[in-house]
């Protein structure tokens, strides 16, 4: 036996715990396969990302990049 005030709890459970799906549209596809990795393996993509970070700077900066770390590396 099943009395009001439970089944208007359920029924409002319902509608604030359902979800719609994100879409963001004609990047949903490629936003789907980069949280996928993500979620299970990072270290890999983030390595690449600051091995090209640092390759960037370098090509940026080239070798003043070592007084500008210095200069970093005393102000913290």
Do not use: H
Not at 32 to 38: A, P, W, Y
Not at 43 to 71: D, K, Q
């Amino acid at each position: 036996m099943k009395d009001a005030a439970y089944e208007k709890f359920v029924n409002q459970w319902e509608k604030t715990t359902e979800l719609p799906t994100q879409t963001l549209g004609p990047l949903t596809p490629y936003y789907k396969m980069i949280t996928k990795r993500l979620k299970v393996f990072p270290w890999p993509l983030f390595l690449l990302l600051g091995i090209g970070f640092v390759v960037g700077l370098y090509v940026i900066f080239g070798a003043g990049i070592v007084p500008i770390t210095s200069i970093l590396q005393r102000g913290f």
